[in-house]
């Protein structure tokens, strides 16, 4: 029905930055369906809940969780049915799988993105 595909992920040094995508697809998938849904990036890392990072909303409300706050900037561009995540000044707090998630009448999630930050 719906897919949704991370990259960007990788290993970087404590104070450096990446950009995450996520781009979405599917058979019964459009742009109307993207437009209208709420896309965000979560994270789980080793013997933790997965935990909300960044949330945006169709009206392009932002949300994001208080450790990252003035780090990272969550943004979509509904014409290529992608949503990005840019994080700055990395810490190694923030190592873990980063997950895209698109909800709508249901929940979709994609299969996780790793980043790995090195002290």
């Known amino acids: 029905q719906v897919q949704l595909a991370e990259s960007g992920g990788g290993l970087v040094q404590a104070g450096g930055s990446l950009r995450l995508s996520c781009a979405a697809s599917?058979?019964?998938?459009?742009?109307?369906?993207?437009?209208?849904?709420?896309m965000g990036w979560y994270r789980q890392a080793p013997g933790n809940e997965r935990e909300m990072v960044a949330q945006?909303?169709?009206?392009?409300?932002?949300t994001y969780a208080d450790s990252v706050k003035g780090r990272f900037t969550i943004s979509r561009d509904n014409a290529k049915n992608t949503i990005y995540l840019q994080m700055n000044s990395l810490k190694p707090e923030d190592t873990a799988v980063y997950y895209c998630r698109l909800t709508r009448a249901n929940a979709y999630w994609g299969q996780g993105t790793q980043v790995t930050v090195s002290s």
């Open positions: 599917g058979s019964i998938f459009s742009s109307s369906t993207f437009s209208s849904s709420t």
């Open positions: 945006i909303t169709n009206g392009s409300t932002t």
